[in-house]
């Protein structure tokens, strides 16, 4: 999808792919970060394991933002926290 997506506003011009890269891995660090929080919240708070299930998805889609540049002190202080970590 992304690669699409790159496709089409290279061939519109004017368009500020390092920018568009930067600002996509800061906003998917942010909300991959988020959901991470809230699937543990949901299980230690409230009781519900079965969200859970989506952890694997969310850290490998954190991994994936943390390959920017930009995210390399967050990448290292979660990797520092154990956090991102595949457990398989």
């Not at 061939?11 to 996509?24: L, P, V």
């Not at 660090?29 to 952890?55: F, S």
Request: with cysteine.
């Amino acid at each position: 999808m992304m690669d699409d997506y790159l496709t089409l506003r290279r061939a519109q011009g004017g368009f500020d792919e390092a920018g568009f890269m930067k600002t996509w891995a800061i906003m998917s660090a942010q909300r991959n970060c988020k959901l991470a929080g809230l699937w543990v919240r949901l299980l230690q708070r409230d009781g519900k394991p079965g969200y859970l299930k989506h952890m694997p998805r969310t850290l490998a889609y954190l991994q994936v933002a943390f390959e920017h540049e930009a995210l390399a002190p967050l990448r290292d202080w979660c990797a520092r926290a154990g956090i991102g970590q595949s457990e398989s």
